[in-house]
């Protein structure tokens, strides 16, 4: 397989190290955030005020709180091969940021 013409990396065959996972291990969810605010946005200016991102933070909190269940079910099923990864991909859902 070939991610950006380039063989794909795996650790242990796998955990997917290339491409946008190479980057962050949930960077899918940064994509759904983003969507969240962009949502709430046109109603922010729209007069709703600060209720227009109740949904963003809502999705925000729960996509958080899914990466942390994420991260320990997959060290325990991973174990070795999870920390591994986790040295290869440090950031979690935003490079350089967390």
């Known amino acids: 397989m070939y991610i950006w013409g380039r063989p794909a990396k795996t650790i242990g065959g796998k955990l997917l190290v290339s491409g946008f996972w190479g980057y962050a291990r949930h960077i899918n969810y940064l ?17 709703c005020g600060p209720a227009s991102f109740v949904y963003p933070a809502y999705l925000t909190a729960l996509l958080l709180h899914r990466d942390w269940r994420d ?8 174990k070795q091969l999870w920390t591994e990864y986790t040295t290869a991909v440090p950031w979690r859902i935003m490079p350089g940021v967390y």
Do not use: H, R, S, T
């Open 31 to 47: 994509g759904d955030i983003i969507i969240g605010v962009a949502f709430g946005l046109p109603a922010w200016y729209g007069g």
């Open 71 to 78: 991260d320990a079910k997959c060290a325990e099923k991973y």
